[in-house]
């Protein structure tokens, strides 16, 4: 099974500045296609968990542009690059290679 | 609009089975396949498996390999998912989530059920 280890584990941030959350995958998730599936979810609280962003970098319908996805092979990364009130909450990574697999969640709050 | 409404809570005995609906509408259902995700309470999301609602091809994870099973009724757009010989670790809130027709290749989209809280106890 394909392990997936997000870093840090929660994270105090003041809003307006930057936030980044590490997500490192066992193997590569460059699938024969040629795309890399890996995604970003945030689950904000009491509700259900929301894409944020697809294939590595791809920002889902509706999703701000201070989010953004980089990476490659097995090592990713989301960045706020200024993060508001309303981004608190608990940020997944998950890979889609083969079947699907969940980090453990990296919990965001506003100092 | 695209949403996908899951049926109500429930409350069971250990060793009981559960089975949870997922009623998807606003979309053509056979063009996707709908990932089971689970969350104990203060926990993180575990992946429980997917089905195609294209065919019915089913990949489930490991841990859960012989108590669950996940089926669709295409005449009524829904996804349904039964888990078996419950056990007090299997309280958790239940979501279904619209994924990629196929299994290799994808994930979980925009589209997530509200959740459905299933609490084992005795």
């Known amino acids: 099974d394909i392990v997936m280890t997000q870093t840090p584990l929660s994270l105090s941030v003041t809003p307006g500045q930057p936030a980044s959350i590490s997500c490192k995958s066992s193997q590569s998730l460059l699938h024969s296609d040629g795309k890399t599936y890996l995604y970003w979810y945030l689950q904000k609280p009491g509700q259900s968990p929301q894409l944020l962003i697809y294939e590595v970098s791809s920002r889902f319908s509706g999703v701000p542009d201070r989010f953004s996805g980089s990476g490659s092979g097995t090592d990713f990364t989301l960045k706020i690059s200024r993060v508001e009130a309303e981004d608190v909450g608990v940020y997944y990574c998950m890979q889609g290679i083969h079947l699907r697999t969940f980090g453990q969640g990296t919990k965001v709050e506003i100092k | 609009q695209v949403q996908l409404v899951q049926s109500g809570a429930e409350v069971k005995k250990p060793g009981a089975s559960v089975k949870v609906s997922c009623k998807a509408s606003g979309y053509t259902f056979t063009s996707y396949g709908i990932s089971w995700v689970r969350q104990a309470p203060g926990q993180g999301l575990e992946w429980m498996g997917w089905?195609?609602?294209?065919?019915?091809?089913?990949n489930y994870a490991q841990k859960l390999q012989g108590r669950v099973t996940m089926t669709t009724d295409t005449s009524t757009s829904t996804a349904y998912m039964e888990l078996r010989s419950l056990r007090s670790d299997d309280t958790a809130v239940y979501y279904c989530?619209?994924?990629?027709?196929?299994?290799?290749?994808?994930?979980?989209?925009?589209?997530w059920g509200q959740g459905t809280l299933v609490t084992v106890s005795s």
């Open positions: 089905i195609s609602a294209y065919n019915g091809n089913t």
């Open positions: 989530a619209r994924d990629r027709r196929r299994s290799s290749g994808g994930g979980p989209d925009g589209c």
